[in-house]
Every structure is written in structure tokens, then in C-alpha cells.
């Protein structure tokens, strides 16, 4: 029954693993970075373009960051469970059981019965999405503040629910937006407007965060120079207002907002994932086969 | 001459994007009247907390959208915009 609590390498290994992609990405930051004096808002950093076909792939920050976060995720979901079993007192194999029951229990409660095995695509999508904003905190750029990533993620929700549409054929799919006929027009803009909508309420979330953070940052670097201008030398250029101001926008913009955005995709994932589908023709279609 | 016609476009250019955050009056009204029925909804059913949080959160996220529409265009008339305007011009002389 009880479990070994030593500390075992493998732990340590994976906890490695977990801090090396972040540190990794933090040194390139610190090294290809251009030299700038002042604040400046800027999109994503352009490392390397590859030729192809139609047109040069650019590998972004974005890009390299988010891939960082996929990887540190990994070894953190592995550094949780590794060893898992039952009658298990690990605390950490505890709060995976936790955080496990809670999804599957949302998916099911917002999804129903027949999508109860999506509940690891929206862990997935829940914790890129939270970590990615969560970047911030280092001082990286974040992945979900450049449309391209997001607009990637709500590409592949929308091709997921066309599949759920399709389930029961061609004929019913189209019949779906002529209901009623007039309305159709606006029911096909409707459909597309859909993953427009999920990526740009995420990217512009994050990236207008960022961007009045940097904005109130660069008025309180004036702000201070304006009343301590007078001190002597070193002291009177020295920002004093920006220590610590900036942190409180930074709890609300960086850490509940970006988190409440990775809460609201996930959600708006299952709601029309499960909503677009039509449950119960599926269901008459099954038992008419049979 | 071609400073005049570079002065006009930055200048046209930040006079869109502060016309079209006007757009963020609606949102702002929306939400609000979200909030002030779930704080009426809370103190009918004070058991009914957590349930009327998370509806009124995906609520307000989902009326921000429109006011996010005006600040992606807002934002692409600062930063994309005049560079590009500049460019046609440049191409056209």
C-alpha cells in the first residue's frame, strides 16, 4: 500500500526536461534579441525562413515558444503520473487524479455521453492555451498573443466540428443551414465566422493585454522622470514609479485574463463541438443499421 | 509633396483606429448588463453562485467579441497599415 516517497532520479529528470525547453527559449530570447532602447511593441521575432512550394515558412517565436510549452507540458503531465497506480499516496499522483475527474466530468456535463472520450483533446487544449499566456511571466512572448497560433488552433476545432456534422451524411449537413431557407446566408457567414471569432477573441484578449501593459509601463517611465527628473545624476533618470505598479495590471492581463481565455476556448470548443452535432438522427441512423 | 501625402496617410491611418474603437461602447454596456443580472440572479439564489459565474463569464467573452473585431482593426491600421499605404503610394509615383 504505501508508496516509496524517495525522491527518485527519474523525478529529476523529468523536472530537467521540464525547465530546460523555457530556459532554452529564455537564453535565445536573451542572445538574438536587437538591442533597443525604450519600449516598443513588436510582433513575434522572425528566426529563419524555409523555402517551399507557395510561399516561405517563417519559424517564429511564437512558433519556437509554443513548441517549448508543448514539451515542458509533456514531462510535467508525466512527472505527475509516472508511477501512478491504485492505492497510490503520492500527493502528486492525487492532484492528477483531481484534475483528471474535474475534465471528465466537465466534458461530460457540457459534451454529453457521446464525446466523453474528448475530455484529453480539451486537456490539451486547456493547458497549451493557459501555459502559453502564462509565458508572460518570464518574460517571454507569448505564442497565444500571435494570431497565426491561435487562429491554428481554431482551424483544427472547426474542422472537428464539420466532422461531427457530417456524421450523418452530406444531405443532413446541408440541411442544417437552410433552417429555416431563408436564413441560410447567414447561417453558412455564421459558420464560418466561427473560428474567425474563436481566434480573434483569444489573440486579441492576450495581445491588448500586452499591449496596455506596455503602454502604462512606457507613461510611468515619463511619469518618473517628470517628478524625480531634479534628483542628481544616476537617480534621476532611474524609473522609480514602474517598481511594482505594473505587477498589478500584470495579475489581472497575464494570469486571470490569460487563464479565463484558455477557459473560455476550451469551452467554446465543447459547446460546438456538441452542438453543431445532431445527436439524435445520429442516434436513429445507428438503430435503423441494425 | 510626397511628406504631405506620407503626413496624410499616418495621420488618416490613427484617426481609424480611434473612430473604430468607439466600437468598445457596446461591449461595455453589454457586460455590464450581464454583471448586474448575475449579481440579481446571485442575491435571489445565493446556492446558485458557481453555476451563474461561469454562464456570465462565457457571456461576457463571448459580447467582447465584437469590441475585439474594432481592436484587431485598430491594431492593424497602427502597425500594418501605414506601411502598406505607404508602399502603393510609393510603387504608384
Known amino acids: ?290 | 509633396m510626397l511628406e504631405i501625402a506620407i503626413g496624410i496617410i499616418l495621420g488618416c491611418c490613427a484617426l481609424g483606429a480611434g473612430a473604430a474603437m468607439i466600437a468598445g461602447i457596446g461591449p461595455g454596456i453589454g457586460e455590464g448588463n450581464a454583471v448586474a443580472k448575475a449579481c440579481e440572479a446571485i442575491g435571489r439564489q445565493p446556492e446558485s453562485k458557481g453555476d451563474v459565474t461561469t454562464t456570465m463569464l462565457m457571456g461576457c467573452a463571448i459580447a467582447e467579441t465584437t469590441g475585439l473585431y474594432a481592436l484587431v482593426i485598430a491594431i492593424l491600421l497602427i502597425f500594418v497599415a501605414p506601411g502598406l499605404f505607404v508602399d502603393i503610394l510609393i510603387s504608384t509615383i
Open chain 1, 1 to 290: 500500500m504505501i508508496a516509496s516517497r524517495k525522491f527518485k532520479a527519474i523525478d529529476a529528470l523529468y523536472i530537467l526536461f521540464m525547465i530546460i525547453p523555457i530556459l532554452a527559449v529564455i537564453l535565445l530570447k536573451i542572445f538574438t534579441a536587437p538591442s533597443s532602447d525604450g519600449i516598443s511593441i513588436t510582433g513575434a521575432m522572425i528566426f529563419f525562413e524555409i523555402n517551399m512550394p507557395f510561399q516561405k515558412l517563417f519559424i517564429t517565436e511564437a512558433q519556437l515558444n509554443s513548441w517549448a510549452v508543448m514539451i515542458s507540458v509533456t514531462f510535467l503531465c508525466l512527472y505527475m503520473t509516472h508511477g501512478i497506480r491504485a492505492g497510490t499516496v503520492l500527493k502528486r499522483h492525487h492532484f492528477a487524479e483531481i484534475i483528471a475527474e474535474k475534465l471528465q466530468s466537465m466534458v461530460a456535463a457540457n459534451m454529453g455521453e457521446y464525446f466523453s472520450g474528448f475530455s484529453p483533446f480539451i486537456a490539451a487544449i486547456l493547458l497549451l492555451s493557459a501555459f502559453s499566456s502564462l509565458l508572460t511571466l518570464v518574460g517571454l512572448y507569448p505564442p497565444t498573443s500571435d494570431l497565426n497560433v491561435v487562429a491554428g488552433w481554431a482551424i483544427l476545432v472547426f474542422i472537428l466540428i464539420t466532422y461531427y456534422k457530417f456524421k450523418c451524411g452530406p444531405v443532413v449537413y446541408v440541411k442544417s443551414f437552410a433552417n429555416p431557407p431563408l436564413m441560410a446566408p447567414l447561417n453558412i457567414i455564421s459558420e464560418v465566422a466561427t473560428p474567425v471569432s474563436m481566434a480573434f477573441r483569444h489573440y486579441g484578449n492576450v495581445l491588448s493585454g500586452s499591449v496596455i501593459s506596455v503602454l502604462v509601463a512606457f507613461g510611468l517611465q515619463s511619469l518618473s522622470k517628470m517628478i524625480f527628473g531634479f534628483l542628481p545624476g544616476f537617480l534621476g533618470n532611474f524609473p522609480f514609479l514602474q517598481i511594482g505598479i505594473p505587477a498589478v495590471l500584470s495579475i489581472y492581463f497575464d494570469i486571470f485574463s490569460g487563464c479565463l481565455q484558455a477557459y473560455i476556448f476550451a469551452m467554446l470548443t465543447m459547446l460546438y463541438i456538441s452542438g453543431g452535432f445532431p445527436a439524435e438522427l445520429y442516434e436513429k441512423k445507428i438503430q435503423g443499421g441494425n
